[in-house]
């Protein structure tokens, strides 16, 4: 990601990484696909949503849960429990964006309503406390830095398999 190396993430809780992570993907990956790199940018999105929902269920919830026992729930379970918590209140298509990532990272082209899915994807991040943002407030990105994308990335396992949400 472009910002790999400008914060150091060993100095803070599993709830800030996850934090942290969400809002630098939702900027990189904004950008990426608004560069044209639909593929890298929804990856990116994704996994945006993903520390998205990690760091609301590890804050924001009387779970009793800690970090090492939410690394063991995947996306879908996290999505599901936090719709059925009420958090996410959004028609957002969860499983849809699964599968159009699971599509680019097997190479195919994506078909997407862009300006829908904006609006649905930055719903359920201002419903989830990540979005809106002050830019300035993040560290510059690293943009001579390039991503993998695709089945490099999957086996390297920087990049979750979509799970179908149980909604």
């Not at 044209?36 to 940018?41: K, L, R, S, V, Y």
């Not at 993040?138 to 089945?151: A, D, F, Q, T, Y």
Request: hydrophobic share 40%.
């Amino acid at each position: 990601m472009p910002h790999f190396g400008l914060m150091d993430f060993t100095a803070l809780s599993p709830e800030d990484v996850a934090f942290h992570r969400a809002r630098l993907h939702v900027r990189s990956g904004r950008r990426l696909a608004g560069q044209g790199d639909i593929a890298a940018g929804l990856v990116t999105l994704f996994d945006a949503l993903y520390h998205a929902l990690k760091w609301y269920y590890l804050t924001a919830l009387d779970h009793g849960l800690n970090a090492e026992s939410v690394d063991n729930l995947d996306d879908a379970a996290l999505y599901t429990l936090l719709v059925r918590a009420g958090v996410i209140r959004s028609q957002f298509d969860y499983s849809t964006f699964c599968i159009i990532v699971d599509a680019v990272l097997d190479s195919e082209p994506p078909s997407l309503d862009f300006s829908e899915f904006f609006k649905g994807y930055d719903e359920v991040m201002t419903q989830l406390g990540i979005m809106p943002f002050d830019e300035s407030l993040l560290p510059p990105e690293n943009l001579e830095r390039g991503g993998e994308v695709g089945e490099e990335r999957r086996e390297k396992g920087e990049v979750r398999q979509c799970k179908e949400s149980e909604e």
